[in-house]
């Protein structure tokens, strides 16, 4: 058990800010950043944290501290990122723009700030031309293959909005040449949490790929193969062979460097694998209620709880497993529950799958005023958090080693939701 999951601290939390809170173990997560230091620490090999995973400052603050760099995917991720501490410039570029539409700010922020573009559609290169822009590029490229844990979450492919199509690179590295923009680097994220060895093998063909494009780009000095590292979620000390994506990179990097006949660097972007394990939702029971088992035979015993979608979206949205248990009742014996939030929405379950059955979870008795922790949150948990139902954000709580506890963001309250309107 982490220590931000022991019962005396979780219920001293739990009086102090109320419920529901997410808590970020200082500790699990410097201990997933050495795991991917460890396989990055070959020469021209860099690791760049996909910051739209978890962009809480404290953790940002963390990856500049361990010299990770950023990818953005807004204008304001971009703001938030040098907000932390991280430089702007490209000499070298630690902050990138990745995104298929300059929307809002984006476009004038990167140029403000000399952020690295990484295109995903053809014609950004036009509208950065248009803006005066004249400048290193990079180009996200859809090669064609991808690979994710639901569809929705599969990058690569013909059906997927993301990147430039691998038979359109050619015009678009000409569009890019006439504009007077450098492309500098090319970048593929082909999918989030797919299978190890499915990842594996798909980066090592992106990275072959990657090596028949390079002479269309003279200036080119770096290639990234994106994120997608997976989280094992039922069994979150699982050991990955990490080690193998260790020489991949390293041999991709050499064998991309000696196809352009100069120093390639290969980055990668995990996001999910860095942050995951180390978020904690934690939340009250409410109520204990059942419906008896009608002819279908679908009566449940239901865990109200007081965090909902709003926190936690991923089971809702892609029917994903998120390990549940009751604080102080570990061990106990257990009986299905459907562990359910408050929101005025049937579909705010936890417990349920991508075909959007319930699927009753084995949990000690649940009982009103229980704690329950949903782990491995750390990862598209607050940042996809949402005011649903008019419903505050929780407050995220940092961890650190020796015990202290950080407000890294306080509770959401009305006026701060109400601040966008005029009336
Ligand atoms: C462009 C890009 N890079 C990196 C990532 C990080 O992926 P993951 O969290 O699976 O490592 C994503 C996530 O979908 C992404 O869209």
Redesign the pocket.
């Known amino acids: 058990m982490s220590h931000s999951h022991a019962p005396s601290l979780l219920t001293r939390l739990a009086e102090e800010y109320g419920t529901p809170f997410w808590i970020y173990d200082a500790g699990v997560l410097r201990s997933r950043i050495g795991k991917i230091k460890a396989i990055t620490d070959s020469p021209n090999v860099q690791a760049r944290f996909?910051m739209?995973?978890c962009p809480a400052t404290r953790v940002l603050k963390e990856m500049l501290a361990n010299d990770i760099w950023i990818?953005c995917?807004s204008g304001n991720e971009v703001l938030r990122a040098l907000h932390a501490g991280f430089s702007s410039g490209m000499d070298p570029a630690r902050i990138c723009f990745?995104a298929d539409v300059f929307r809002d700010n984006a476009l004038r922020v990167v140029l403000e700030n000399g952020i690295l573009p990484n295109v995903g559609s053809p014609g950004m290169i036009a509208q950065l031309a248009q803006a005066g822009y004249r400048g290193a590029v990079s180009i996200?490229v859809n090669p064609g293959f991808g690979h994710g844990h639901v569809n929705a979450?599969d990058?690569g492919g013909p059906s997927s909005k993301?990147g430039v199509w691998i038979d359109d690179i050619a015009p678009v590295a000409e569009s890019a040449k006439a504009a007077g923009l450098t492309v500098t680097m090319v970048?593929a994220?082909i999918?989030?949490?797919p299978q190890f060895q499915e990842l594996y093998d798909n980066l090592g063909q992106l990275a072959s790929e990657f090596g028949k494009l390079l002479p269309l780009f003279p200036e080119i000095h770096a290639v990234s193969l994106?994120?997608?590292?997976?989280h094992d979620y039922r069994n979150p000390d699982a050991e990955f062979p990490l080690e193998n994506l260790k020489s991949l990179f390293a041999e991709s990097q050499r064998k991309l460097s000696e196809i352009a006949g100069r120093t390639i660097h290969l980055e990668i972007?995990?996001?999910?694998?860095y942050v995951a394990p180390s978020g904690t939702l934690v939340a009250r029971v409410t109520d204990v209620k059942s419906t008896n088992t009608n002819a279908k035979g679908l009566g449940a015993k239901f865990a109200m709880i007081d965090a909902g979608f709003v926190d936690l979206v991923r089971p809702a949205m892609y029917g994903s497993w998120h390990r549940i248990e009751i604080v102080g009742k570990e061990g106990q014996p257990t009986e299905p529950i459907v562990v359910a939030g408050p929101l005025c929405e049937s579909g705010d379950v936890f417990t349920r799958d991508d075909a959007e059955l319930l699927q009753p979870r084995q949990l000690p008795t649940p009982a009103d005023g229980d704690l329950m922790t949903i782990h491995d949150g750390g990862?598209?948990g607050y940042s996809m958090a949402s005011n649903y139902n008019s419903i505050g954000r929780a407050p995220q709580l940092w961890l650190e080693e020796n015990g202290d506890v950080e407000v890294m963001s306080r509770r959401e309250t009305l006026d701060d939701i109400l601040m966008l309107e005029n009336s």
């Open positions: 996909a739209k995973a990818d995917v990745t996200r979450c990058t993301h970048h994220h999918g989030s949490g994106g994120g997608g590292i997976p972007e995990p996001g999910r694998f990862a598209y």
